[in-house]
């Protein structure tokens, strides 16, 4: 399985900066049924990503402090875990196999260039190797 993963990740992609507003970028989430996105520095690095998981942390703020709102660098996740461009899909399924998220951001030398998420990888193993098979 050498294909490579650059073929089947998404590259137009939904970002957020650190300083973005944080109801803001939840109702972006949710109007384009996004479960995350990465969020992006001035210099199109990326430092982090919010996922609908982290957006929860609002109900928590709202409940227990009476505060809405904020920038989302108070609720992005800042360990993220990436992929490389040059991965296979069998690099990638395996990775999956050993992790909880949905999708990865792609990146190139640092640099992101696109996610890939589980869908993508069955469509890939889909055309590539099950399709003979039947």
């Known amino acids: 399985m050498s294909t490579s993963i650059e073929k089947y990740m998404a ?3 939904v970002s957020f900066a650190p300083d973005d507003d944080i109801i803001h970028a939840m ?4 109007d384009k049924h ?3 996105a990465p ?10 990503i919010l996922s609908q998981k982290d957006c929860l942390a609002i109900v ?3 409940a227990y402090h009476q505060d809405w709102g904020g920038q989302v660098e108070q609720y992005m996740s800042r360990e993220v875990e990436h992929i490389d461009v040059d991965s296979t899909i069998y690099d990638a399924a395996e990775k999956f196999l050993h992790s909880s998220f ?3 951001p792609v990146l190139r030398d640092g640099q ?8 993508d990888i069955m469509r890939a193993l889909d055309e590539n190797y099950l399709r003979d098979a039947r």
Request: glycine share 14%.
């Open 102 to 104: 949905r999708r990865f």
């Open 34 to 36: 996004l479960s995350g």
């Open 60 to 62: 928590y703020q709202a």
């Open 11 to 13: 590259t137009e992609l």
């Open 27 to 30: 109702r972006v989430l949710l």
């Open 39 to 48: 969020v992006l520095d001035q210099g199109g690095q990326m430092v982090g």
């Open 112 to 119: 992101l260039v696109g996610q890939i998420s589980r869908h």
